[in-house]
């Protein structure tokens, strides 16, 4: 079984709509986060999260929110979809540590916005 | 100016050639480096960390960091058509909590 899971892996929505993508890992890593891929763009952050109770904003965050239920899971939502939101997006996991660590990622969630 | 700049590529090599992946960074309290591989519809996955100057390898992979002019290098030696996918490098400040990513360079390795 994959370690980061993702859900859904493809969406397709219309302008307005709310979404919620969903992440799950059995890694046991405190610490998660929510990029977003596109073409020449490469990974941007939008949301991480070090603990249950710690919510940082990314680069990107503007449009989208973030709630962390459990050490497990982190939910990234779009509140009122856009466009411009159509993307890839990726969940990561990473060891707390004093310093950067090794990301693992997801599988990725395909987002198209219509 | 972006954290990170990586050479957008495409790239596409024969088979066994020596491959040269670069990136460059604007901040020099940058102090970790690393390496993602990313196969098409799949998430990133780490090829080479390090966090000093100098070359790393691992098999037909070198990472090569010069801190004094801001400058990464990944070397694949005899690449294979099983190298063919992204690579992207990243990041990230020591005391830092995030790791920045280059745009990424698309590698094709021709049979």
């Known amino acids: 079984d994959a370690d980061v899971t993702q859900t859904p892996r493809n969406r397709i929505t219309k302008t307005g709509k709310r979404i919620m993508l969903e992440c799950s890992q059995t890694k046991g890593h405190d610490r998660m986060y929510w990029y977003r891929q596109d073409p020449g763009l490469g990974l941007r952050l939008i949301y991480y999260?070090?603990?249950?109770?710690?919510?940082n904003k990314g680069e990107i965050s503007d449009g989208y929110s973030v709630s962390r239920q459990a050490q497990a899971k982190f939910s990234l939502s779009l509140e009122s979809a856009i466009p411009n939101q159509t993307a890839l997006y990726f969940c990561?996991?990473?060891?707390?540590?004093?310093?950067?660590?090794?990301?693992?990622f997801g599988p990725g969630t395909r987002l198209t916005v219509l | 100016q972006k954290e990170v700049e990586q050479d957008p590529g495409p790239l596409s090599v024969p088979e066994g050639a020596i491959v040269s992946l670069n990136c460059t960074y604007s901040?020099?309290?940058?102090?970790?480096f690393m390496w993602y591989r990313q196969y098409s519809r799949k998430g990133p996955e780490l090829l080479m960390y390090?966090?000093?100057?100098g070359n790393k390898e691992d098999g037909r992979f070198t990472a090569q960091v010069d801190k004094s002019s801001k400058y990464i290098s990944l070397f694949i030696r005899d690449s294979q058509p099983s190298d063919s996918a992204t690579y992207l490098c990243a990041i990230g400040a020591s005391g830092g909590n995030q790791f920045y990513f280059g745009t990424g360079t698309s590698l094709t390795v021709i049979p």
């Open positions: 990561a996991t990473s060891e707390l540590a004093g310093g950067p660590t090794e990301q693992f």
């Open positions: 901040n020099s309290a940058f102090q970790y």
């Open positions: 999260s070090f603990d249950v109770k710690d919510i």
């Open positions: 390090t966090y000093s100057s």
